[in-house]
């Protein structure tokens, strides 16, 4: 038998809790060292790979250049700690074992003695091996049933949210066995503020400026942004709702900040479009982003232009489709026509009515709605349990997701808007007119549609040229 010599290789593994914990990669040299001596082999060279699972696939840079040392005849030994320091991969031991049976590679191991060379070696190192991947699919299906196990208990997973912290559960001998995420009642408050005077018609721009101006701290400690503040009272957590893998999947287990209600109306008014301003511009107008586009199909979406001086006259203020240009209407006339309309339909009766919601649409919207979650909650479920694969569920989430928006715009539609209270037993005329722009565009956007239609040529202005149409169908003009 000729010498060996041999390298050693050895891997820090990050496979946790599948093999012997924080095994040190000196203490697997060290052990492989001692062998080598034993065997009376010399040693080569060592190879290292830090940090590495031999499970992902993921290239490992020391193990390719020991396979290299093998193949340039510098090495006839290996030395490893144990075989699935090596390779987690069957296919990956296949080719090893080609490769040791080409270059006449001796194979030691301190876990045990594997002799590649012999059949009853090669199937020990097999069973190895699927072992090692078997515990490797065991350990990722634990891990993905432990964190779809808290979501359907409610726990909190990952970083402590905005508006939370999170506290300690002591086991009977004072250990910490669980944490909870009680209110952070400083920042719950901020969420709370916020909440109110976006509702009570504040625009986030004027908010976020407050915040900043009060020295509020963010979540990260700097200044508060449109995006951030938007983000923050988004969270779905913030009505005690469960969020896996993107979908509600049930009550959380910590306080909520806000009822749901409340919650669902924020989200209606921060995802309506007609809220979004045109970067920068503090001017916000009546009918901007709201009044569409008459023209034979276009449904552009009206902007405002500024009157600028022409030739020492003064252009009038006016809207303008944004995408066909064709329309342009004095913007004056036009907010005139709508306001007179709104505040005529507000004082009947019944008016107020059309802003009070519809509770019986409401609830079946609602239960609707808790009918698909759970139908997205039980994909999850036989996603994690290995029913179903990963494109699988995302064709289940993807049919089911339009589905569970239409039912949540039907739940915002029918939702009491309690910002518009100040409409009820008044004056309409009166408080419409001291009610901010940002209330009046979210009452003119909730009742109607707002359409320019093209008149004849140039001229006087027509008010019928304003086709309004009613969101009710209490209202067909
Ligand atoms: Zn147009």
Redesign the pocket.
């Known amino acids: 038998v000729s010498h060996v010599n041999a390298v050693i290789y050895a891997r820090i593994s990050s496979d946790r809790g599948v093999s012997i914990e924080g095994l040190g990669v000196a203490r697997q040299v060290e052990d492989c060292r001692a062998l080598a001596v034993a065997r009376g082999w010399t040693v080569v060279e060592e190879f290292i790979d830090n940090d590495v699972s031999a499970s992902t696939g993921k290239s490992r840079p020391a193990y390719e250049r020991m396979i290299e040392a093998f193949r340039g005849r510098r090495a006839n030994g290996l030395v490893v700690w144990d075989l699935d320091r090596l390779t987690r991969q069957p296919r990956e031991l296949e080719d090893f074992i080609d490769l040791a049976d080409s270059y006449k590679v001796e194979l030691a191991s301190v876990g045990g003695e594997i002799d590649l060379g012999t059949e009853q070696g090669r199937m020990l190192a097999r069973m190895k091996g699927n072992l090692a991947k078997y515990e490797v699919e065991q350990q990722s299906r634990r891990l993905k049933r432990k964190f779809l196990e808290r979501a359907q208990e409610g726990k909190p997973h990952g970083k402590v949210a905005y508006g939370y912290r999170r506290e300690p559960v002591l086991g009977d001998d004072g250990r910490i066995i669980d944490t909870v995420e009680v209110l952070h009642e400083a920042q719950a408050e901020v969420v709370r503020e916020c909440t109110r005077r976006l509702l009570a018609g504040e625009s986030v721009r004027r908010i976020v400026a407050d915040l900043n101006a009060r020295e509020v701290p963010t979540p990260r400690g700097h200044l508060w942004d449109g995006t951030m503040l938007r983000q923050v009272l988004r969270r779905q957590r913030n009505a005690g709702r469960r969020v896996h893998r993107g979908v509600v999947v049930g009550k959380g287990a910590w306080p909520p900040l806000l009822d749901e209600d409340t919650f669902d109306r924020v989200q209606a008014l921060l995802s309506d479009p007609s809220r979004r301003t045109t970067r920068g511009n503090e001017v916000q107008h009546l009918l901007s982003g709201i009044a569409r586009?008459g023209?034979e199909g276009?449904?552009?979406v009206m902007r405002v232009t500024l009157g600028r001086m022409n030739g020492g006259k003064q252009a009038p203020t006016s809207y303008n489709?944004r995408?066909?240009?064709?329309?342009r209407r004095k913007k004056a006339d036009v907010d005139a026509v709508v306001e007179r309309v709104v505040v005529a339909r507000l004082s009947r009766p019944d008016g107020p009515d059309l802003l009070a919601g519809d509770p019986e649409l409401l609830a079946s919207a609602r239960a609707a709605a808790d009918t698909i979650r759970a139908r997205l909650n039980l994909a999850a479920d036989k996603f994690a349990g290995g029913e179903i694969d990963g494109d699988q569920l995302a064709r289940i989430t993807a049919s089911l997701r339009p589905q569970l928006d239409a039912r949540e715009t039907e739940v915002r539609a029918a939702s009491p808007a309690r910002e518009f209270d100040r409409f009820a037993g008044r004056e309409i005329a009166a408080s419409w007119a001291e009610a901010e722009l940002e209330v009046r565009r979210a009452v003119i956007a909730r009742l109607m549609t707002v359409t320019l239609m093209p008149t004849g040529s140039g001229g006087t202005f027509d008010p019928a040229s304003v086709q309004i149409k009613w969101s009710s169908s209490r209202d067909e003009l």
């Open positions: 586009c023209i276009c449904d552009g489709c995408k066909c240009y064709r329309i």
